[in-house]
Structures are given as C-alpha cells and as structure tokens.
C-alpha cells in the first residue's frame, strides 16, 4: 500500500488537458510519475518507475503531452520495515542468552511434587500443558511441560532467565501452548519457542521492551501471534502486526500490520 499527502505541488506544461472525472470521485493523491496513458477500454492507467500501475475509470478523458510534468509528492512506503516499528521478519537465535547462566534438570527430568508446587504461567490444550518453573522459589525459569493434564511435570529445556545484571530482558511473563511439542513464552521483550518438546528451543529479542505479545490464529494452521504495543510504549496505540511462524527458517514472517 502506498499513502500520499494530500499537499502536492504540480508544476507543468501542457498543450491541452481535458479531463472528466470519474464515475465515483478519486482519491485525493496524485502519483508522482511522468506518464499518463489513455486506454480505450474507458480506463486510464497511471503508471511510473516506482508505482505500481493505478487503472481509473473515467468517462472521457483526452490530452496531448508537449513539455514536463514536475511533480513533488511526500510518500509513505506503509509497508516498508524503515516506516514500521514491527519489523517484517522476526529472524531467532538458537538457544537461550542465559542458557548458560545458570544450571538446568536434564531435559525429561519429573519434578518432585514440592517443585511442581511451583510451576507458573501455566497454560494447557486438552492433555498437554506448560509452565514456567522457578528452582527453589528463586528469579531463575526453567520451562517445564506435561503430557498428562498436570499430574506429572517434567523439565523441558535450558534456564530462560534469571535476574543478573540485564536479564530482566529475558524474564517470561506469559506461556502460549500450541501443542505438546510446541509452546511460545513471550514478555513484552522476548519471544522463545520451541517446536519438539524442547529439545532446541529458539529466542528473539525485542530490545526496545515495548511489545504487548498475544496468541493469534492461524487460517489453515501453524503459530501466530499479534503484537501491539505495550501500555507505555510511544507507538500508536491501535497499531498491530501479525506474525506466523516459519519453522524451517526459525523466523517470525509478517503478514499484515496496522500503522493507525
């Protein structure tokens, strides 16, 4: 989609213009490229080097082009990354930033009943759940899974975060289970995901921390999800972007955004 203000200035010279307007009124841009064609077929096509083509119904349109058709128009690329403060690909690192921090249970290790007491963010489909574990009630998460609707809870990857200088970044604050394979834990900063149990998981970092992260779905199937802004953030409030998971290039890929 292209937007361009409605304040443009025209300058140029021509032999003879004449034009009709259109069966329902235009939009008020002008397209900012020296080549009008007529068509026979009761359209005009409007078309340049950086425009797509622009074909307008009219009811009589003839002109004859004898000198230069200047014309300045302020454009907004709406769905180019510069102009937008979601980004068009979301591209993760394998493993955790802070898998190293701290020591983790091996992958499939059961939790004692005293450590399941303190599973958190927990969230569940028919038989599956996942959660976030804090070892002995202390900052660090762990995140853990279970296949039989709670009653056991079992370790399910390396340390998500813990509280050393900068990692609050990287603190969950909300689990999104897709399945018992796939789970997303999301803060307004991170977004950690993993598609085999947890097995590998895969991390992206929002440094500027002013994302509010939610589940979306997906026509058709797969992982998405809406991010808008977080209360605080200075972005337009009712601005959003959706985003569905490339598994194979371990990338969020976006596939619609609001800028309003």
């Known amino acids: ?38 068509r026979v077929n009761g359209t005009v096509m409007i078309r340049g080097e950086n425009f797509r083509c622009k074909k307008v119904r009219m009811r009589r349109v003839s002109f ?3 000198g230069i058709l200047t014309l300045a128009v302020s454009i907004v690329n709406v769905a180019g990354a510069a102009s937008s403060p979601y980004p068009a690909t979301l591209t993760m690192q ?18 004692t009943a005293a450590q399941a007491r303190r599973v958190t963010f927990r969230s569940s489909g028919p038989t599956y759940r996942w959660g976030v574990w804090k070892e002995n ?6 995140p853990v899974r279970s296949v039989d609707g709670g009653a056991r809870w079992t370790a399910a990857g390396p340390q998500l975060a813990t ?33 085999d149990g947890g097995h590998q998981w895969y991390q992206y970092l929002n440094a500027g921390d002013n994302w509010s992260i939610a589940d979306d779905a997906v026509d058709g199937g797969g992982i998405g999800l809406r991010v808008s802004p977080a209360s605080y953030a200075k972005l ?25």
């Open 1 to 38: 989609m292209f937007v361009a203000t409605r304040q443009c200035k025209v300058a140029f010279l021509l032999h003879r213009v004449h034009v009709v307007t259109a069966p329902n009124a235009l939009p008020q841009w002008v397209p900012s490229l020296p080549k009008f064609m007529p």
């Open 137 to 142: 009630g202390g900052p660090a998460q762990f």
């Open 236 to 260: 337009p409030k009712a601005s959003y972007a959706l985003y569905v998971l490339d598994v194979a290039r371990h990338q969020w890929r976006r596939t619609s955004q609001s800028l309003h």
């Open 64 to 66: 004859t082009f004898i």
């Open 163 to 195: 509280d050393w200088v900068g990692g609050s970044l990287y603190f969950v604050s909300k689990v999104i289970a897709e399945s018992s394979s796939s789970v997303v834990m999301v803060s307004n900063s991170v977004i950690d995901v993993t598609t």
């Open 94 to 111: 394998r493993g955790f930033t802070e898998s190293a921090a701290g020591h983790a249970l091996p992958w499939g290790t059961t939790l």
